[in-house]
């Protein structure tokens, strides 16, 4: 019912799956209607505000960039997105001083676990909704996105790989804390041998590793030693970065949200669809008043200009 943010400060460190470079990230507790905002900090000192929402996302193919491209910006913040959001983390601070969070284990599961080690509290602010009222969709390609009206949290994700390894996978599941932990938190990035090089020349992929990156031979196999952490991990990882992705509201969503061979990029094109048809959703918040433990708390309307997502 109402919004939520660390009990204590929590530190990580690490390198950035693409840039190589060390990292420092705290995650602070913030006040309510904070939001997920970044605190960029530059090597004289200068701290840069950038909000985690789908306003300020750029469109990307390989991560999650917020910010200014040509400034100050943050990217790879996919998987810390996913590990709050499905966490019920709603207010932080996320200090860091460098343009890319660490990749630690390659997904979600490091955040989680430290979030459950430093604990969760409650605030004095509601918690707020965005209800999805009709279907909203994007195509791009042979990809394809789309939401509609769900009375829950749900994500439908399907891929569809030429590779063997890989091939057709289809996750289905309601969105809830326990089960982003035990079906999504540890489904990690992956990548193909063959494209390491172009990457490399880019300046991609140079913190990249088999300690936190599935790695396919040109052959199909799994390079890493130790397999997979499931046998569909690849569709898996696609739906944690869907969730991260998703994130960027900077509210709740109630609705299921399906892509066809998505990535960041449709991901952030769907939301930003949704966004800007005000006639396809509501923003709505649980009542703070009890309510009959066996029925479902009803969700209250409430003016979406004053609470709505930050849209430009």
Same mark, same amino acid.
């Given at each position: 019912m109402f919004q939520q943010t660390l009990a204590s400060r929590i530190n990580f460190e690490g390198v950035g799956v693409h840039s190589g470079l060390p990292v420092q990230l705290a995650l602070l507790p913030a006040e309510p209607d904070t939001g997920v905002v970044f605190h960029l900090i530059e090597s004289d000192g200068l701290v840069h505000e950038i909000p985690a929402l789908s306003a300020r996302s750029? /469109?990307?193919d390989l991560s999650t960039v917020v910010g200014d491209m040509n400034g100050a910006y943050v990217s790879t913040i996919e998987h810390l997105m &996913? $590990?709050?959001? &499905?966490?019920?983390? @709603?207010?932080?601070?996320v200090r860091i001083d460098a343009k890319e969070t660490p %990749? /630690?284990?390659?997904?979600? +599961?490091?955040?989680?676990a430290a979030i459950n080690l430093a604990g969760v509290v409650s605030q004095v602010a509601k918690r707020r909704y965005l209800r999805v009222l009709k279907p909203v969709s994007v195509e791009m390609k042979e990809a394809r996105a789309e939401y509609r009206p769900y009375a829950g949290t749900r994500f439908e994700i399907? %891929? @569809?790989? +030429?590779? +063997?390894? %890989?091939? =057709?996978q289809i996750y289905r599941a309601d969105l809830t804390a326990a089960r982003f932990t035990k079906d999504l938190s540890r489904a990690r990035t992956f990548g193909f041998m063959a494209d390491v090089e172009r990457l490399w020349a880019a300046g991609y992929a140079l913190g990249s590793s088999l300690q936190n990156s599935v790695v396919l031979a040109d052959d199909g196999q799994v390079v890493n030693p130790e397999g997979l952490h499931f046998e569909d991990e690849f569709v =898996?990882?696609? $739906?944690l970065d869907a969730v991260g992705d998703q994130a960027l509201a900077g509210v709740r969503i109630l609705g299921c949200y399906r892509s066809y061979r998505g990535g960041h990029r449709l991901n952030a094109l769907a939301l930003q669809a949704l966004l800007a048809d005000r006639k396809a959703y509501e923003i709505v918040e649980m009542p703070? =008043? =009890?309510?009959?433990p066996v029925r479902h708390a009803p969700l209250v309307a409430v &003016? $979406?200009?004053a609470y709505g997502p930050q849209v430009l």
């Open positions: 750029v /469109l990307t &996913a $590990a709050l959001y &499905a966490m019920g983390v @709603d207010n932080v601070v %990749i /630690l284990d390659g997904c979600a +599961a490091e955040y989680v399907e %891929i @569809d790989f +030429a590779n +063997a390894a %890989i091939g =057709r =898996r990882h696609k $739906a703070s =008043r =009890r309510v009959d &003016a $979406a200009p």
